[in-house]
């Protein structure tokens, strides 16, 4: 009975508990298959690919997480982290790249309704596996790619007797430690690349970094041309402790480069560093990026050696630097599309040798702050410009915002000769005060005052935006026979400024415009051989005093309808005066010839007047001569005859606004004089007298 009783207690002690477990309301676990359970986030696990990497590599690390029942949870983001920066760094996106060899654990972690979670991975960074090198080449050698990667340490000679070889075999991988150089100083190297198989030249340095001239580069010190460089790539050289570029050519060495690649320079791409380096005869395909300054820079006497056909891009400078003195002929290539010649200073081409250099066409020259390009300036030399309608060649500022008178223009000097010639270009922006005597023309030609002054052939040239002239022509200096189309456009100065005895020299079928004062300038003095001047459809300007007549040939300077000369205060046009000489001015009704003031607003007594002395076979016929009678001549009128041998040679035109007489005549008793008889009021003359003091009077 004891133990009944024991049972049915104990049996309804369960129900009780069984009731009251139904009855709780505390909280209970649903089970994994609840519906009402709220997921959070409980792991977050790392994984890197790889794990372990060598200089050069990078790894790419994931993160993933987890709730509690291990199942994917979606989190905002991860926030990346590396142990250690020294050995490897990773950015927000989970890259991580070494920087040292050692080990550094890469962290993510991510924090979602109030929980943090993080996980971690480890990387590992060695060495790279390789073949060193730190011992001077000094017999020929050849470095295989299936040694690769070469690494070179410090400076690393090619030299000795006899003159070594160091080969480089296709496809060959060469690691650069820092501020190290590979230099041919006395031998040759000979990198084989194919475009299949290119040699790498490169820093060996860690994946983030900053390589840009990590090392020195690859110096040419050995004469000649026996080193050559074929598909090769240099990168992350020029550093500022080395020759001042990747690729440095220096002390009379000409390598062949076939198909070169220079990227990421901390200075020039290619430097040629002294006038007697060059590139090598059959050198071509120069590829040049990221360089921190110019992409070649080259002594200008050896620029002809410089390849056409290559590509420079993303360097400070795509183009190709030149300074110093053109001593030999030669013809500047066009380097490639886009790529201009940047000249910072003076180039003069000059020499016993009479050198010529020829631009070729489509070049572009840009200029820096009172830069110039002169040939013959003190010795002989000559320029030849050979643009086309399709190619023109551009001379212009090295400016982004270029300013007229930026530089200071094109100067052919009396040394130069007819060889010089120009054709199909522009020159603008020039203008610039060089001193010396040097004039401030876009173009500047001078004489010689022997008689054989520079006198270029100009065919289709246009100067523009120059801050004073848009040529300049000294002395005995002129234009040759062959010229046409020279054209000026929106010049500080006279459109063209010249003596009167090379005005006929001119070329014609150019245009004009913009020019301040758009017209041509005659300097001075004494018009002394045969010549007639074209109509350019510009005025001449005459500031100071012209004359014609020569005591060796007596001679003509005819004019052509429609010109006109226009004249500065006080300033007079003598025929004859002191040696024989005669004036044809003969126009047409609709293009009378004219002889002006130069003045907006004339007044009378501007200028002094033609004057004719010993002028015999001179003729005026549909002209028209104006507002003169200015003090200072013997005769005082537009027009004044001093000798009656001139006879009736002035019809059908108008003598105007005079402030004394119209026309003067001498009844001989001055010295140098005859009298005069004809009567120029003559109807039968058909000249018109107007707004004069009188018509004809004595002078």
Same mark, same amino acid.
């Given at each position: ?42 792991? @977050? ?18 993160? $993933? ?21 020294? !050995? ?12 040292? @060899?050692?080990?550094? $654990? ?51 000679? !090619? ?89 440095? =050519? ?28 060059? +590139? ?7 590829? =040049? ?30 183009? @190709? ?25 003076? %180039? ?18 840009? +200029? ?24 023109? !060649? ?15 223009? @094109? ?5 130069? $000769? ?48 120059? $801050? ?32 009167? &005895? ?27 051989? #045969? ?52 004036? !044809? ?15 907006? #607003? ?33 005769? &005082? ?38 009298? %005069?008889?004809?009567?120029?009021? &003559? ?17």
């Amino acid at each position: 009975m004891k133990h009944l009783k024991t049972s049915l207690w104990f049996t309804a002690c369960l129900m009780v508990l069984a009731g009251c477990g139904s009855d709780d309301s505390g909280p209970t676990d649903p089970g994994p298959e609840d519906p009402g359970k709220t997921p959070q986030l409980s792991a @977050v696990t790392v994984t890197c690919t790889p794990t372990t990497l060598t200089a050069g590599q990078s790894s790419q690390c994931t993160a $993933s997480a987890t709730d509690q029942d291990g199942k994917p949870f979606s989190v905002p983001g991860y926030t990346w982290a590396s142990s250690n920066e020294a !050995v490897a760094k990773v950015d927000a996106t989970g890259k991580a790249s070494p920087f040292a @060899v050692g080990t550094a $654990s890469i962290t993510a972690s991510a924090t979602a309704g109030g929980i943090t979670r993080q996980g971690q991975a480890t990387l590992t960074i060695s060495e790279i596996p390789s073949t060193p090198h730190t011992q001077n080449i000094t017999s020929n050698e050849t470095w295989r790619a299936a040694q690769n990667p070469h690494v070179v340490y410090g400076t690393l000679e !090619v030299t000795g007797t006899p003159a070594p070889t160091l080969t480089l075999e296709a496809g060959v991988e060469i690691l650069f430690a820092e501020n190290a150089e590979l230099r041919i100083t006395q031998g040759a190297l000979r990198s084989t690349g194919t475009p299949e198989a290119p040699v790498r030249l490169k820093a060996y340095m860690f994946a983030s970094l900053p390589t840009q001239g990590a090392w020195r580069g690859v110096v040419f010190a050995a004469e000649g041309s026996a080193s050559e460089v074929a598909h090769t790539v240099l990168t992350d050289c020029g550093g500022t402790s080395g020759a001042g570029a990747c690729l440095a =050519i220096q002390g009379r060495a000409a390598p062949v480069l076939r198909n070169v690649t220079v990227q990421n320079s901390a200075s020039a791409g290619i430097l040629l560093s002294t006038e007697d380096s060059a +590139f090598g005869a059959g050198t071509t395909g120069l590829h =040049i990026t990221g360089s921190e300054t110019y992409a070649v820079r080259i002594h200008a006497n050896q620029a002809g050696t410089l390849p056409e056909g290559n590509t420079f891009t993303a360097n400070t400078h795509n183009a @190709v630097e030149l300074q110093g003195t053109v001593s030999r002929t030669q013809t500047w290539p066009n380097p490639g599309t886009g790529i201009a010649y940047v000249v910072p200073q003076i %180039v003069t081409i000059e020499g016993t040798s009479k050198p010529i250099l020829t631009i070729a066409a489509g070049n572009t020259l840009r +200029f820096g702050p009172n830069a110039r390009l002169g040939a013959g300036l003190s010795r002989p030399g000559n320029l030849v410009v050979d643009g086309t309608p399709q190619a023109p !060649v551009l001379f212009t500022a090295d400016s982004a915002t270029p300013q007229p008178g930026h530089w200071q223009g @094109v100067h052919l000097g009396g040394d130069s $000769s007819n060889a010089s010639r120009i054709s199909h270009a522009t020159i603008e922006y020039g203008g610039a005060e060089g001193g010396n005597g040097l004039k401030p023309g876009n173009l500047n030609i001078y004489g010689n005052y022997a008689g054989t002054g520079a006198r270029p052939v100009l065919t289709h040239l246009l100067v523009q935006r120059g $801050s004073k002239y848009g040529v300049y022509v000294e002395a005995d200096g002129g234009f040759d026979p062959a010229s046409t189309a020279l054209s000026a456009h929106n010049n500080g100065g006279y459109a063209i400024s010249l003596q009167a &005895n090379a005005a006929s020299t001119l070329p014609v079928n150019g245009t004009f415009s913009g020019n301040t004062p758009n017209a041509v300038e005659l300097q001075c003095c004494y018009v002394t051989t #045969t010549q007639t001047w074209p109509n350019l459809g510009i005025p001449y300007v005459l500031p100071v005093n012209i004359g014609v007549g020569s005591i060796n040939a007596k001679p003509t300077l005819t004019l052509l309808p429609g010109t006109q000369l226009r004249f500065g205060a006080d300033v007079d046009f003598q025929i004859g005066k002191n040696a024989p000489g005669a004036l !044809v001015a003969v126009g047409t009704p609709t293009e009378p010839i004219q002889f002006v003031p130069d003045a907006p #607003t004339p007044t009378k007594g501007h200028w002094r007047g033609l004057h004719f002395w010993q002028a015999s076979g001179s003729k005026l016929e549909y002209v028209t001569v104006s507002y003169a009678g200015a003090e200072g001549s013997i005769g &005082n009128g537009n027009v004044n005859v001093y000798r009656g041998e001139t006879g009736a040679f002035i019809t059908n035109s108008t003598l105007s606004y005079s402030s004394k007489c119209g026309i003067t005549v001498s009844n001989g008793a001055g010295t140098g004089t005859t009298p %005069v008889s004809t009567d120029f009021t &003559n109807p039968d003359y058909h000249i018109t007298f107007t707004g004069n003091l009188g018509r004809q009077c004595i002078n």
